[in-house]
């Protein structure tokens, strides 16, 4: 069955620490991949999105993130986290061909200041 | 413009009420989605809609659950004779439905079912 996982579901880092949250989904095919943010008392948004083309893409607010086909991954990384970092990261992947989204468990993000 | 709206914001009923939670997405949005969130979870996908027709039904967890949607506007999710296990936030997404398939997600209504 199509699955997303993400390593962690707890995380507290300093500001100016770097940040790297895992996603891992069950099997291959053609996907397209996003990563969503849920600050505190926000909807969900998106933070950035692969489809096709250069396996490293860039998102808002200084966020990465590196599509690695043959490890089924999609982590998202920052170089340095602010205390506005502090929230819910949803890892997210859709099989080309089908219409579900599948999300991941979700991160929370907690920056201390 | 204005996002996507779900209303309520909160709803509390009886176990073995039936409850309607309604989605406004962006207009000219054709594409809809429902998702269910447990406390502590990830989001569940429930159901899609491309306009009125749902192709993706996959996700509904039992017959008690149901959607419609108008036309390339509102949608309800009824769920009947609700269980205490029904208890979740639901959240109702669209896009645009082209190939970008970014989701704006509303702020979800928060169901509890005592």
């Known amino acids: 069955a199509q699955s997303v996982s993400q390593h962690n579901h707890h995380v507290i880092l300093s500001e100016a620490a770097s940040l790297e949250l895992g996603c891992n989904y069950s099997?291959?095919?053609?996907?397209?991949l996003f990563w969503y943010v849920q600050y505190p008392g926000q909807h969900l948004q998106l933070l950035l999105k692969?489809?096709?083309?250069?396996?490293l893409v860039k998102g808002i607010k200084g966020f990465e993130a590196e599509f690695i086909k043959s490890k089924f991954s999609f982590n998202l990384r920052k170089p340095s986290v602010q205390w506005s970092d502090t929230a819910e990261y949803f890892c997210?992947?859709?099989?080309?061909?089908?219409?579900?989204?599948?999300f991941g468990a979700g991160t929370r993000l907690f920056v201390k200041a | 413009g204005a996002g996507v709206s779900q209303s309520p914001s909160n709803k509390v009923t009886e176990k073995g009420k039936d409850v309607e939670l309604r989605c406004d997405p962006i207009s000219g949005h054709t594409a809809l989605y429902w998702y269910r969130q447990r406390l502590g979870q990830g989001l569940e996908f429930l159901i899609y809609?491309?306009?009125?027709?749902?192709?993706?039904k996959s996700g509904l967890p039992s017959d008690r659950f149901s959607a419609e949607r108008t036309g390339e506007s509102v949608s309800t999710l009824t769920i009947q004779r609700t269980q205490q296990e029904d208890s979740a936030v639901y959240l109702c997404?669209?896009?645009?439905?082209?190939?970008?398939?970014?989701?704006?997600f509303g702020p979800g209504t928060r169901l509890t079912v005592t």
């Open positions: 809609f491309q306009g009125n027709s749902a192709p993706d």
């Open positions: 997404a669209s896009s645009s439905g082209t190939l970008s398939y970014e989701q704006y």
């Open positions: 692969y489809f096709s083309g250069d396996p």
């Open positions: 099997y291959g095919g053609t996907v397209n």
């Open positions: 997210a992947v859709r099989w080309t061909g089908g219409f579900k989204t599948i």
